[in-house]
């Protein structure tokens, strides 16, 4: 039986999701579809030739008796609502990032998971799913290259729209490596801070582009971000991990090496949607698995609150330039895998 799953948010990212969801995965179909802009979300059951019903308001895809389990895909600010009013409902939801737009917002989600008695949230911090990223941190583990020491990343896209702003660097973007370099180096941040060099003349008025994030961690771990959201020439993710030992990098995506014109070229990629397609394919399907045998075991609402409470030390830096504390709560036994 395919699990019947709703979709509120029918823009770049939930069409990409109804598309993998409906057309490569394994086990659900999209019943239920939602958007704040109506017709956005009719035009996406057609040209998807989905067989889904299309409500105005995405709480009605969560309450719709048919759902059985929501991916939310509209913009940041609204996940929170979203995901507080399906854990109410009891049902199991798929989040994209950020969970919520502060630790705070985090924190209520977690309180009414665990008050609900079980995991019912996955958030859509797909890195972990990454073949790339995890082939980086196998050779971690395994000490190949010794103790980490420093690491050196960078989260580059080709552009952003005109309501992207300084803040959003955080909360939109670098919440990724938030979330995926505590995973990799099994660490916690203790300390950021945040400085900016000379401003992009690509940026619109309300951006600071680029950022540079400084982390310590508690093992003494130091991490350099660099966030560059106008860098003109390709979406491009970098992170370098140095060892004691030695130094391991973050595989390119394969491409065709190119001999002509006297000249050596690989192409770069320049969307999201293809840097980490293959990632969003294995993360989608190990959460429509997990619904069927009842027991999520992605990214959870824990590891969503964790990459906000750093991600509110890091707005905190932005304003103040100071060298800012990250103060993160202990685990709950509850979300002990
Ligand atoms: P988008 O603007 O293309 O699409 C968002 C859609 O949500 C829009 O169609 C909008 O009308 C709709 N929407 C907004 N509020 C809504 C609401 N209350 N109810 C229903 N629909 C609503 O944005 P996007 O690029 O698709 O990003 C959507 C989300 O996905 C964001 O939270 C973003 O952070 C996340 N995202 C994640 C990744 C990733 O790599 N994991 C990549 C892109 C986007
Ligand atoms: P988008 O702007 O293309 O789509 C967002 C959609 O949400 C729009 O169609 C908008 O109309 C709709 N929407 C907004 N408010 C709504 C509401 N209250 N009710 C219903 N629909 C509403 O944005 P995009 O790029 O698809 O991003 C969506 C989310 O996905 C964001 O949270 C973003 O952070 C996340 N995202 C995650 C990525 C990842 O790699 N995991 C990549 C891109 C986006
Ligand atoms: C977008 O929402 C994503 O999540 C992409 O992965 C990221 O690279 C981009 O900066 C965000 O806007």
Redesign the pocket.
């Known amino acids: 039986m395919n699990l019947k799953l709703g979709v509120?948010?029918?823009?770049?990212?939930?069409?990409?999701h109804i598309r993998r969801c409906s057309h490569v995965l394994q086990g659900a179909e999209v019943v239920a579809v939602?958007?704040?802009?109506l017709d956005?979300?009719r035009n996406a059951v057609e040209s998807l030739a989905l067989n889904a019903e299309a409500y105005a308001?995405?709480m009605d895809v969560i309450n719709a008796p048919d759902v059985e389990a929501i991916l939310?895909?509209?913009?940041?600010p609204?996940?929170e609502?979203?995901t507080l009013a399906a854990v109410a409902a009891g049902k199991y939801l798929f989040c994209?990032?950020?969970l919520a737009m502060s630790a705070e917002g985090c924190r209520r989600i977690v309180e009414a998971e665990i008050a609900q008695g079980k995991r019912l949230v996955q958030v859509?911090?797909?890195r972990p799913y990454d073949s790339g990223y995890r082939a980086l941190k196998k050779v971690i583990d395994e000490g190949a290259i010794g103790e980490v020491l420093m690491l050196h990343c960078a989260h580059r896209n080709q552009s952003v729209a005109e309501n992207y702003t300084t803040e959003m660097a955080i909360t939109?973007t670098l919440?990724?490596e938030l979330d995926v370099l505590r995973w990799l180096t099994d660490d916690d941040y203790k300390t950021v801070q945040v400085v900016y060099p000379r401003t992009t003349s690509k940026a619109h008025a309300k951006l600071k582009d680029p950022q540079i994030v400084l982390f310590e961690t508690h093992k003494g771990i130091r991490i350099d971000v660099e966030i560059f959201v106008n860098c003109a020439y390709g979406y491009d993710i970098q992170c370098e991990v140095v060892g004691e030992e030695g130094i391991a990098r973050l595989p390119e995506p394969s491409s065709i090496q190119l001999r002509k014109d006297a000249r050596l070229a690989n192409t770069i990629l320049t969307d999201?949607?293809d840097r980490?397609i293959e990632a969003?394919d294995v993360e989608l399907q190990a959460f429509i698995n997990d619904v069927k045998a009842d027991r999520l075991t992605g990214p959870s609402a824990w590891d969503g609150f964790a990459a906000s409470v750093a991600a509110d030390a890091c707005l905190k830096a932005q304003q103040s330039s100071a060298i800012e504390p990250v103060s993160m709560p202990l685990r709950p036994a509850f979300y002990y895998r």
Do not use: C, L, Q
């Open positions: 509120i948010g029918t823009g770049a990212i939930g069409r990409e939602s958007d704040i802009n956005g979300a308001n995405g939310v895909t509209s913009w940041d609204t996940h609502a979203f994209e990032k950020p859509g911090f797909m939109n919440i990724h999201w949607k980490f969003y």
